[in-house]
DNA sequence: ATCAACTTATGCTTTTTAGGCATAAATAGA
DNA sequence: TCTATTTATGCCTAAAAAGCATAAGTTGAT
């Protein structure tokens, strides 16, 4: 049983009539007549009624055009489904990123998604940059947006924004916008950082300011997640520094001051396998590509 | 794009190997290698990535292979209908038949239907015996019980069934089982009959007895079916005379008492249209001849 | 009754497609 | 570097499909 059998079927099946139907299929209808012979031979089902004058479908055939109907309908749009996923216009791509990108890049690129391919489905999953290349080689994730490189034979990345850190104070801190001139004037303050073994960026970053400054950082409470380092501060329980794009997160009783005045900035970068060739990754790095990230353009 | 390329899709989808999948499909591995590449020229569309080492899907080669292997088994289950049908033992045959068949051939016919074939579907249609040749022509029906024949050039026709007739008396009548001898009894009652136009048996055969008996009925009321009879006479407003087999509809506060000494009968034939060649006719046809409807076996 | 018109089936030939064999090309691993 | 392994390509053969001519059967008109 082939296609272009159930196809010529289908369209005696309309026509009732082996001429006809010859012409409007574009074969001569001795070839047509032919193929529904080994058609119902292959069956072994008498599928049409003819006498020399009519042709009428018997039950079996009947009951055969109407399912051969749907099946080539079907065909017609998986067809079409598999060529839109060769293209890349339908998929899913698996999304591994930091708390903090939620604040930043992530809630422009999937508006820009949508946009411009509205049949790709994004599947988020926070995680820390630690377990990021990990999930990024067992396939569990497609791509993922990571704070700290580490260069990988198997893995290409490319930094996508770039912003400054803050100074994160609970509101009844003397501290302020105003009065703050630089992070020497918490010299004195417990800070609450994520762990070292996680994140060194934070911590490499910070020291090397406080070393200008003179001063080491007084660590009294470590915790990979933003949110709890926030939550942390608002109780009182210490001062911290986290990249400014956190002010987005509607944390209260919370200040968030702007170190300027240091070159230091924290970077967010875009990681994905390099031999990743499916047609959806390539869409996603170009509308990340087409999108503008620049320092503080999304952080008014 | 062809059901054996699709085939052959699936072979390699599953197996991740050319070669494997060739021999496991009995065919050279370099057919087996043109025909994906056939496949994939026509969608347009990469469906492996191959390297001189490894095969694996790509996205929509993972898409259309789940949905190839679907449509690979709907074919098969297609196919398998297709067939069932064409052997009569699937489908559904529209049966026509007067109200009296309901109390006697009707019941162990579908029994034995159901037994033999269980896939076979019935679909009943109460009808006087005026509509049955019109309904049998139109294909409204397949076959159906009548009491009436008419030699049709289109239509074949076999009795099945013969019953003596009944008296139908009210409760309260004087003449009861005992006490019967015949018609001439009634032959002062006011009857209830089918119209003459629409069913000559009745009146015919009862006309013929009660000339033996030298009377002529005195018709009063007229009815097409069978179950207002009974109503009638229950509420006192004549006797009839109707098959025997009327006995089974419990009619309730009406008596039956069977006219025996007679020679004449009603018979039931089945009627179907002559080259019919649906093969479910076939087989009722069968079984219709396997049951023993032989006079009163169906009465007991 | 005969003939013309029409429709599907069959015989034969050509064209197209599929499949096989040998082998190239590429790669991983010893 | 060599071997084993695996997919792709060239070329030939075999099988299948399609075309053309025409047979055979049926209907309806003259």
Request: charged fraction near 25%; proline fraction near 5%; include cysteine.
């Amino acid at each position: 049983m082939d296609f272009r059998q159930l196809t010529y079927f289908m369209g005696v099946a309309s026509e009732l009539h082996f001429s006809k139907a010859s012409e409007k299929m574009f074969i001569a209808q001795p070839a047509l007549s032919r193929q529904i012979q080994q058609l119902e031979k292959e069956l072994g089902v008498l599928l049409f009624e003819r006498d020399k004058r009519n042709v009428k479908l018997t039950p079996a055939g009947e009951y055969l055009s109407n399912e051969a109907q749907k099946i080539l309908s079907q065909l017609d749009h998986i067809k079409h489904r598999t060529q839109l996923i060769h293209n890349g216009e339908e998929g899913e791509i698996r999304i591994g990123h930091p708390g903090s990108a939620i604040y930043s890049v992530i809630p422009p690129l999937l508006s820009a998604l949508k946009l411009f391919f509205p049949n790709i489905k994004t599947n988020l999953s926070e995680m820390l940059d630690s377990s990021v290349i990990e999930a990024l080689k067992k396939h569990e994730i497609d791509v993922a947006f990571i704070r700290e490189l580490h260069p990988d034979k198997y893995l290409t990345s490319k930094v996508v924004f770039r912003e400054p850190f803050a100074l994160i104070l609970p509101e009844s801190h003397a501290i302020n916008e105003n009065n703050f001139e630089s992070l020497a004037q918490v010299k004195n303050d417990n800070f609450i950082l994520p762990p070292r073994n996680s994140s060194s960026v934070y911590h490499d970053l910070l020291l090397r300011i406080c070393e200008r400054e003179g001063f080491l950082p007084n660590v009294v409470h470590e915790s990979n997640y933003g949110a709890t380092i926030l939550k942390l501060v608002e109780h009182n329980l210490g001062v911290s520094v986290m990249p400014i794009s956190y002010k987005f997160s509607s944390a209260i009783k919370v200040k968030f001051i702007e170190i300027k005045n240091v070159p230091e900035r924290t970077n967010l970068s875009i990681i994905w396998r390099k031999d990743d060739t499916n047609p959806v990754l390539k869409h996603f790095l170009k509308v990340s590509d087409s999108l503008d990230f620049s320092d503080g353009h999304l952080l008014k």
